[in-house]
């Protein structure tokens, strides 16, 4: 069974950069879809973004396009985020998850079964 840990997060100026990780252990991440989500306080977790394991067709919420970027590391077995362009509404836990399809992203975090246990991404001036 897969087990996702995500890392990267912290404290950043709104117009910041940071990158999360997603390390995969027990698996290939090749293998997988990885989607990473957020969840602010008092709201619904969202999809952010997805890449499917076949092809690496990628997926962007309208409200990411053009700032986050996803991306694989295969000799690193990682997915990453590159979030650029940070704003307060981006403060939320993120998490990295995988569907049950295991090759293909999917909408709905009900779909996805494999969950990391999220990283803390704080923007503040």
């Known amino acids: 069974q897969v087990q996702l840990v995500e890392s990267g997060g912290g404290l950043v100026q709104p117009g910041g950069s940071l990158r999360l990780s997603c390390a995969a252990s027990?698996?290939?991440?090749?293998?997988?879809?990885i989607a990473w989500f957020r969840q602010a306080p008092g709201k619904e977790r969202e999809r952010v973004s997805c890449?499917?394991?076949?092809?690496?067709?990628?997926y962007y919420a309208d409200f990411v396009k053009g700032r986050f970027t996803i991306s694989r590391d295969k000799a690193k077995n990682t997915v990453y985020l590159q979030m650029n362009s940070l704003q307060p509404e981006d403060a939320a836990v993120y998490y990295c998850?995988?569907?049950?399809?295991?090759?293909?992203?999917?909408?709905?975090?009900?779909?996805?079964?494999?969950w990391g246990r999220g990283t803390q991404v704080t923007v503040s001036s």
């Open positions: 027990a698996a290939t991440l090749d293998y997988y879809a």
């Open positions: 890449v499917s394991s076949t092809e690496g067709g990628t």
């Open positions: 998850a995988t569907p049950y399809s295991r090759l293909y992203c999917l909408e709905g975090q009900d779909n996805y079964d494999v």
